[in-house]
């Protein structure tokens, strides 16, 4: 893949807002997302074309960018574009998340190019952004519904005293020689170099996968939204996800030595502190009780390790559980003024957890 080449920006221009210049008004972004930090600073990133952010200076008003923005609480402000990210291919997917230890905000992203679709990876650190991508596997590989999670693990690294290290889990469904979820974790407590990411084939670390992959009778929306959630205190990771090849839904957990030795190539503790130790806590058929035509599904896995799918239509929020048998039909809470959509979730996820 050749990577491009960004036109040269002008800095003191790049965000002079086009209605200070008695132009076209700003439109609106194809996607926002916000953030608050811990320490009160509310991040913003937004996607779209330059026009349509108020960019001006020399950039093309039709080129798709990332543009950042962040607000501390003494009221001081900065903002800038998101390194690598001007062009024409589309932005979007946008996944934030902050972590408090490292000081770092997280950005994942997917880009449309011609013939694929890639992941990227951006973390802004102390003032300056380092933008990755996550190779997607071999072929003419699509990703989709990318999900990301952090968590935090105490470990041993041959100190008289426990350190606390971050791990980034990122998963997503992909299509290219085989249909499947996969899952890449990331420590920011170490120097990462992008090309050494290991991602893992998520069926595969179950025993299945490597076989022809039909979708069957099953709905896409059943099986194209892995998901992710913390358990507990104890920073384990739970992956809800479908194996086509088995015809079967997952939940396994995943955990990463917590005792990794002294640094050094030669030592072999040292060098398997990033390889996942995953367990199996439930197996069931995939669900068909999920409508066809959603933008989103969510995963709650409850204290019993059953998953519930959780997903939004228009004027109602609906759900299916696995209730260790069998997965029940479509159930819906209808939304009205006192029903919101955010209520709705919040008894579904309050139940889900529960069960």
Do not use: C
Request: aromatic residues 8%; hydrophobic residues 40%.
């Amino acid at each position: 893949m050749t990577r491009r080449t960004l036109r040269p920006l002008l800095p003191a221009a790049i965000f002079a807002l086009a209605a200070a210049t008695a132009a076209a008004q700003p439109g609106k972004p194809q996607e926002e997302k916000s953030l608050l930090a811990p320490d009160g600073t509310l991040y913003t990133v937004a996607s779209g074309h330059a026009s349509d952010l108020g960019l001006a200076g020399n950039i093309i008003p039709t080129d798709n960018v990332i543009a950042w923005s962040l607000r501390r609480q003494d009221g001081s402000v900065a903002q800038g574009l998101v390194p690598d990210t001007v062009g024409q291919s589309l932005k979007r997917n946008l996944e934030l998340a902050y972590d408090e230890p490292s000081g770092s905000l997280v950005l994942l992203f997917k880009e449309d190019l011609t013939v694929l679709n890639i992941l990227r990876l951006g973390i802004f650190k102390d003032g300056s952004w380092k933008v990755s991508n996550l190779l997607p596997n071999l072929g003419f590989a699509h990703a989709y519904n990318p999900q990301i999670l952090l968590s935090h693990q105490t470990v041993n690294n041959g100190n008289p005293l426990s350190q606390m290290r971050t791990i980034l889990s990122v998963i997503w469904w992909e299509e290219a020689q085989y249909s499947q979820a996969r899952y890449a974790p990331i420590f920011l407590d170490e120097a990462t170099d992008p090309s050494g990411v290991a991602v893992y084939d998520l069926p595969t670390l179950v025993g299945g996968g490597g076989d022809a992959t039909p979708s069957g009778s099953h709905p896409a929306t059943a099986y194209m939204y892995p998901s992710l959630q913390v358990e507990g205190i104890s920073g384990e990771i739970l992956a809800s996800f479908a194996d086509l090849s088995a015809d079967r839904h997952y939940v396994i957990s995943i955990r990463f030595p917590d005792n990794l030795g002294k640094p050094g190539p030669d030592n072999v503790t040292w060098q398997r502190r990033r390889i996942p130790v995953v367990g199996i806590d439930s197996d069931e058929p995939i669900p068909d009780q999920v409508p066809i035509v959603l933008e989103s599904v969510k995963t709650v896995v409850g204290a019993s390790y059953r998953p519930t799918l959780v997903w939004s239509t228009d004027g109602a929020v609906g759900y299916t559980r696995f209730d260790g048998r069998k997965w029940s039909p479509a159930i819906t809470i209808p939304l009205n003024e006192s029903m919101t959509y955010d209520k709705a979730l919040r008894l579904v996820q309050e139940m889900a957890t529960r069960n």
